[in-house]
C-alpha cells in the first residue's frame, strides 16, 4: 500500500477554511488540516497581525513558532471592522467550508460575524470556536494559557514530583490536545454531516474541557479511592516500578514501560533481577506502595550500572518497552523518524534553514 501525502491523493482535496485563529493551538488545527489537503486561508489583521510573528526564537523577522505552525497557508490581511473588508469576508463565507477562530468568546458577535450571521450566509458551514474555557460558564471570558488551562482540569497538580511541586510539561497539553486536536476532531465530524446531508455545525471547543476529560488515571484513582493518588505514587507517575524512569551511569535514563506482566518479566531478565518477576502490580503489588518502592529502589541501583547507550544495547533484542530517553536533537536524527520521513530541512526566504515536520497522518490508497 502507498503511504504517501501528495496532495492529488489528499483527504480533504477541495475543502475551504478560512482561519481567523492566532498563536498556537489554532494554527496547529488548521496545518494539520492543510496536511490533509485544505486549502487554508488565514486571515490576519492590518497590523501587527499573528502575535505568534515575533514570539520566541526570531532570528531575522519571524518566529520560528509562526513558519512551524503556519506553512502551506495563504495569508490575507483583513481588518474585520472595515466595512470593505468585512463584506469581503462575508463574501468569502459564502463559498468556504469551515471557518475558526480562537478569540474570546462574544467577539465574533461584536464583529458582526458570529454564527447566525454566518450561516445564514452559508447554511452549510461549519464553524469552530476554540476559547480556553468554552462559550458558556463562569470562566467563559477569562483570559488564559496551557499552564492556566491544564491547572484548573487537575492534571498539572498530577504532574509534579515527590514533593508535590507541579513540573511543567513542555508539551502545551491544554493548547494541543485540547484546542488543536479536539478542534480537528470536531471539524471533521461536523464535516462529514454536512457532506451526509445535514445542516452546518457549530463547534464549540474548551482546551480546558478537552484536557479534564482526557485526565483519565486521576479519575480512576478518584472512583476507586475517593481520593487522588500522592504525588508521584499514582499509575503512571511513579508509583509502579514497571513503569518508570531509571537515571543510567552516565546520567542519562531509560524509560520503562513494562505495564505488562510478560513485558515485566522479561525487563526483570535483561537486568539480572528475575526474582523480581512475582513482583508486579497485576499480582497484588499495591501501586505507590511499600513493596512498589523497594522494587523501584532496586531497580535505581541497577540501571546506574551501566551507561544508556549500554542499556539500550541490553534491551535491543527484549520485546518488554524499555527504551532510551533522547534528547530532541537525537531523536531528529533517530533511525524511526528518518524512515518514516518526518521531517526535511526547509529554506524560509527570511529565516533560513530550518528542520520541517510533516503531518505525522499518511493516507494511502
Known amino acids: 500500500m502507498s503511504t504517501t501525502n501528495d496532495m492529488a491523493q489528499a483527504p480533504l482535496t477541495g475543502i475551504t477554511i478560512l482561519d481567523l485563529t492566532r498563536l498556537l ?59 470593505t473588508d468585512h463584506a469581503h469576508f462575508l463574501t468569502m463565507v459564502e463559498s468556504a467550508d469551515v471557518v475558526i477562530e480562537s478569540f474570546r468568546p462574544g467577539v465574533m458577535e461584536r464583529l458582526g460575524l458570529g454564527w447566525e450571521v454566518l450561516k445564514a450566509r452559508n447554511p452549510g458551514l461549519v464553524m469552530c470556536a ?34 508535590g511541586r507541579p513540573v511543567l510539561p513542555n508539551l502545551q497539553v491544554g493548547d494541543l490536545l485540547g484546542g488543536s486536536q479536539s478542534a480537528v476532531q470536531g471539524i471533521l465530524a461536523a464535516l462529514l454531516a454536512v457532506k451526509m446531508g445535514g445542516p452546518g455545525r457549530f ?14 488515571m486521576p479519575l480512576l484513582a478518584f472512583n476507586y479511592y475517593g481520593k487522588t493518588a500522592e504525588p508521584a505514587k499514582d499509575f503512571l507517575t511513579g ?26 518479566e522479561a525487563c ?19 501501586i505507590g506502595g511499600e513493596d512498589a518502592m523497594q522494587v523501584k529502589a532496586m531497580l535505581d541501583e541497577v540501571f546506574a550500572t551501566r551507561t544508556q547507550q549500554a542499556w539500550t544495547k541490553a534491551f535491543e533484542s527484549a520485546d518488554c518497552c524499555v527504551s532510551p530517553v533522547l534528547s530532541t536533537e537525537e531523536a531528529i536524527q533517530h533511525p524511526q523518524f528518518i524512515s518514516r520521513q518526518l521531517t526535511s ?16 497522518l499518511l493516507f494511502g490508497l
Open 239 to 264: 508509583g509502579v516500578p514497571c513503569y518508570n524512569v531509571y537515571r543510567t551511569e552516565d546520567d542519562r535514563y531509560m524509560a520503562v514501560g513494562a505495564l505488562e506482566l510478560k513485558f515485566w
Open 130 to 163: 476554540i476559547s480556553g474555557y468554552g462559550q458558556t460558564g463562569p470562566l467563559a471570558l477569562a483570559a488564559g494559557h496551557d499552564i492556566n488551562y491544564v491547572g484548573y482540569a487537575g492534571m498539572l497538580s498530577q504532574n509534579s514530583g515527590e514533593d
Open 203 to 216: 463547534v464549540d471547543v474548551s482546551m480546558t474541557d478537552a484536557v479534564f476529560t482526557h485526565n483519565v
Open 25 to 83: 493551538p489554532g494554527p496547529m488545527a488548521t496545518l494539520h488540516l492543510a496536511d490533509m489537503g485544505a486549502k487554508v486561508i488565514k486571515i490576519e489583521d492590518k497590523g501587527a497581525g499573528d502575535y505568534a510573528r515575533t514570539m520566541s526564537h526570531v532570528r531575522n523577522e519571524l518566529s520560528q513558532l509562526f513558519i512551524a505552525v503556519n506553512r502551506g497557508k495563504e495569508i490575507l490581511h483583513l481588518d474585520l471592522k472595515d466595512k
Open 268 to 286: 526483570c531478565e535483561v537486568i539480572g533481577l528475575p526474582e523480581l518477576k512475582t513482583r508486579h502490580w497485576s499480582l497484588g503489588q499495591k
Open 345 to 360: 530541512i526547509a529554506e524560509h526566504v527570511t529565516e533560513g534553514k530550518y528542520v520541517k515536520t510533516r503531518s505525522s
